[in-house]
């Protein structure tokens, strides 16, 4: 008798006695971003996208899963949230999510609403007494 597609799945997964509040870590094949790869029929998915999909629903377009544990090869459901790309981008450790978590520029002035600055198209931010201390500089 063939094993069903979740027996399949789960065979790839250490799981510990206890799975309450625990990563279940993915034991097979990874991507070279290591996030786990589940091959059925002629189809290679993302586990952790599978492991949503048959545990909580459909993942709505546009949006993508992200890892609440941050371990890319962890398939619990309990530890994957569906969000935006942008908001999945800022809670990483990236350098962009590193840059938006500042709440001061290099030389300790406040990137609060009066002093921060946004560049046209809103990808960066800066500090208005710096440059206003710069446009001086500069004269």
Known sequence: MSKTLEERFWEKVERPDDPSDTCLLWTDALSDS????????????????????????????????????RVRHCVNPDHLEVVTMKENTLRGIGFSAVNARKTRCIYGHPFDEENTYVYPGGAKRGCRICRKRLREKNR
């Open 34 to 69: 290591g996030y786990g790869t589940f091959c059925f029929g002629k189809s290679r998915v993302r586990a952790h996208r599978w492991s949503y999909e048959y545990h909580v629903g459909a993942i709505p377009d546009g949006l993508v899963i992200d890892h609440l544990c």
